[in-house]
Every structure is written in structure tokens, then in C-alpha cells.
């Protein structure tokens, strides 16, 4: 058990709705980074916040946006949904000491019909 | 920005027997996290291994072990005693000491024979 808590496990949803992710991270970690994973492909990396604060865009699209909230969890709000950004969304976090890997959460399993 | 990159998409291995899959990634950076991951049919992100640039030592966890050479900027990571619960993606990950950015390769597809 990493003790990233990701929420939910599936969702289906039709095209142009909008869907949130939810992730709160481990204990103590105040960065949370979100990826993307579609179908027999690498992890994309979307955004990470520290402390609740943006810190670095990966290659996220304009319809998606995300934040962190006070009590360090975070959410990732996808709109307009298209038939392909069905996908498995990780929420990872990590604390500031650099030699700290990345914990990942189980993933959300998104299925956009 | 570093770049990760696993020339091997694919590899196979027979059960019991040791195979090595390859990572080289760049950086102009002197000091650095190396990790490796595993992602089962379960499609859950496993931490395998991981390895400080300024330490020598290969690290070392089981049947996992890795080599570093940090010259040719190469972290290859061994299996030893493969086993059928090895099969899996395997995705080496660079971390930069100053930053909290990671980078991670494309990933090489462990199969694991009877």
C-alpha cells in the first residue's frame, strides 16, 4: 500500500461531460503529480502542485485543470470529454527530500463512451 | 529538460534465468535520483529500485540489481531468478536533486517463460 488514495477506481462517462479525479497522498508528502496513461502506453505527465501551489505543466490540455487544496489532496477536473481521454489517471506524491521516489496511487480507470 | 529512454520495448525471459533491461538517460547535472518501476497486469506503479548518482555502490534489493554508470549515463537493472510474477512493464525514472520533476522512459515489456 503506497498511501495514495485515489478515487474513484472506474468511472464511464459519454463524450462532453465532465468528470473529478480525486487523489489524497501520503502522509506528510506535500507534492502531488498527475499522469496520464493510455492503453499499452508510457505515463504522460500532467501537472504537479506543491504545497498547493502549481509547480510544473506537462502536457495537459486545456480542458483539463486541476488543483490542490488546503489539506494537500487534490482533484483533476477533465471537461468536454473526447473518446480519447479514456485512459488510467495516476495520482503520484512524493515529499521534498529528493531521494524520495514517487508514490502512486492505484489509478482511475476513465472509459469515455 | 532530461530525457529517459529505454531502447527495449520488449524483452523476454526464461523462468530462473537472469536478464538485464536498459536505461540511458541525459543530464548535464552531476547529482541525481535514478528509480526503476514496475507496472503488472494489475497496471499498479511498484517501486523496484532506486539509486543515489553520488553513491558508487550498485543498489541492490533481492533479485533486483542495478548497474550505474554514471560516465555513460546508463542504469541498466538486472532480474536474477526470474520468476513468473516478474512478467511486467518496467519504467527506469530520473529524478533531478535540485528539482521535483521526474522523467520517465517509455517503458520495456518483461515476459517471463515457463
Known amino acids: 500500500d503506497s498511501g495514495v488514495t485515489q478515487t474513484p477506481k472506474h468511472l464511464i462517462t459519454a463524450t462532453g461531460q465532465r468528470v473529478t479525479l480525486r487523489c489524497s497522498p501520503r502522509?506528510?508528502?506535500?507534492?502531488v503529480y498527475w499522469y496520464q496513461q493510455s492503453l499499452d502506453q508510457g505515463l504522460q505527465f500532467l501537472i504537479q502542485?506543491?504545497?498547493?501551489?502549481?509547480?510544473a505543466k506537462g502536457n495537459i490540455l486545456e480542458r483539463f485543470s486541476a488543483q490542490q487544496f488546503p489539506d494537500l489532496h487534490s482533484e483533476l477536473n477533465l471537461s468536454s470529454l473526447e473518446l480519447g481521454d479514456s485512459a488510467l489517471y495516476f495520482c503520484?506524491?512524493?515529499?521534498?527530500?529528493?531521494?524520495?521516489?514517487?508514490?502512486f496511487g492505484n489509478g482511475t480507470r476513465l472509459t469515455v463512451t | 529538460a532530461q530525457t529517459v529512454t529505454q531502447s527495449q520495448p520488449e524483452m523476454s525471459v526464461q523462468e530462473a534465468e537472469t536478464v538485464t533491461l536498459s536505461c540511458t538517460y541525459d543530464?548535464?547535472?552531476?547529482?541525481?535520483?535514478l528509480f526503476w518501476y514496475k507496472q503488472p497486469p494489475s497496471r499498479q506503479m511498484i517501486l523496484v529500485i532506486r539509486?543515489?548518482?553520488?553513491?558508487?555502490q550498485n543498489a541492490t534489493e533481492n533479485r533486483f540489481s542495478v548497474n550505474f554508470q554514471k560516465a555513460a549515463k546508463s542504469f541498466s537493472l538486472k532480474i536474477s531468478d526470474s520468476q513468473l510474477g516478474d512478467a511486467a512493464m518496467y519504467f527506469c525514472?530520473?529524478?533531478?536533486?535540485?528539482?521535483?520533476?521526474?522523467?520517465f522512459g517509455t517503458g520495456t515489456s518483461l515476459t517471463v517463460i515457463p
Open positions: 503520484a506524491s512524493s515529499d521534498r527530500d529528493s531521494y524520495s521516489p514517487l508514490h
Open positions: 502522509s506528510g508528502d506535500l507534492s
Open positions: 502542485y506543491y504545497n498547493g501551489e502549481e509547480r
Open positions: 543530464t548535464s547535472e552531476s547529482d541525481y535520483y
Open positions: 539509486q543515489e548518482a553520488y553513491k558508487q
Open positions: 525514472a530520473y529524478r533531478s536533486r535540485t528539482g521535483n520533476q521526474f522523467y
